[in-house]
């Protein structure tokens, strides 16, 4: 089973300084239809105005990942990290008992464009804690890269719940496959560019749950496409 939720459908979400798009339900965008799907709780696809951002919030019990298209976000939190976020990093976070912190664009003139998505953990209660990876294009160019996993394999960050995150960046006519084992589900979001996923056209923004499939195909369709893959738990 594939099931479409395609970009225009997503939840609206527009401050000015913000624009953002809501694949599941947050904030003042509430479908109970779309409340997530499996142990993804949060598919935010954001754009923040130069020199703007959000100041200091608090999380508790979620894995937030970051993942940046364009431009760099710059993030400071209660457990004494700092950093930058650039395109081909992956941050994760750990809100476990609590934790603030803010997330503002690194540039005075141009804007950031990200993900952020939220994963429910394993258990509730961990210690808060955060870890970022960079990952070239080159290890993404035509291929599945494990990015993000329960047990950080594979140089990939550490998610603490059992899912496997990969991306992948794929030019015109390039393709990839995937095999899910049974009793596991996915969850595909185009980042940019189009892609076709078995006989399914997809665009950017777009997402696919994918459940009761053993055999997936992906292929480029324009250049410069990505896409994120998350294999969970049914």
Known sequence: MLAIRPA?????????????????????YHDPNHMGFADLRVINEDKVAPSQGFPTHGHQDMEIITYV??????????????????????????????????????????????????????????????????????????????????????????????????????AEGESVSYTFAPNRVGWLQVARGNVQLNDLTLSAGDGVAIAQESLIALKGTVQDAEVLLFDMTA
């Open 8 to 28: 225009q459908d997503r939840g609206i979400a527009n401050f000015g300084w913000l624009d953002s798009r809501h694949t599941f339900s947050f904030g003042e």
């Open 69 to 170: 298209l364009q431009g760099a976000l710059e993030h400071k939190d209660s457990i004494g990290t700092g950093s930058v976020i650039h395109p081909g990093d992956v941050q994760r976070m750990s809100a476990g008992t609590g934790i603030r912190h803010s997330e503002y664009n690194a540039s005075k003139t141009e804007p950031v464009h990200l993900l952020q998505i939220w994963i429910l953990p394993e258990q509730k209660g961990i210690e808060p804690s955060y870890e970022q990876k960079n990952f070239a294009t080159t290890e993404k160019q035509g291929k599945l890269k494990l990015v993000g996993s329960h047990d950080g394999r594979d140089g990939s960050i550490t998610i603490h719940q059992n899912v496997d995150l990969y991306a992948a960046a794929l």
